[in-house]
């Protein structure tokens, strides 16, 4: 049996730790659905999947994704990775505005679920394996991810 290969720890562990989080949270979310658990359970887990999801969006946007942009140079894969995180952005703020009673809420947050597992196998196929392939630091951005994304948290919980 062979050994899996050996963790770098960088920037797309960080990125990708951050996927299987919230494909957890998703699951769970499913689980309630179809147990028809209560709305004030789903609209709190539904409201923790948007904040993690918003903020990963956002340490990509501004950190990983520039980087990325210089060094890969795949712009198409760029710009492909930006437009579906707008159309999440949107899926986003259509179910944080929404009660869990509404007769459509479960069904966006499941659709918002299938479409992130299309936009993180995209992102771990391509664009991770070129980021691993490319000259970037991925040391480096993995601090500047984590800390971001430790302001953006903090920030997302003060406003809660």
Sequence with gaps: MSKAPPKKNDAVDLLDADHIAVKKLFQEFNKLAEAKASAD????????????????????EEIFYPAARAAIHDDPLLDEATVEHQTAK??????????AEDPLFDA???VLGEYIDHHVKEEREEMFEKARKSKMDLLTLKEQLAARKEELMAQQEAAA
């Design 90 to 99: 949107d899926l986003i703020a259509q179910i944080e505005s929404m009660g």
């Design 41 to 60: 359970k789903r609209k709190a887990l539904a409201d923790q999947i948007c904040r993690e999801l918003s903020v990963h969006a956002q340490i990509e």
């Design 108 to 110: 966006k947050v499941i």
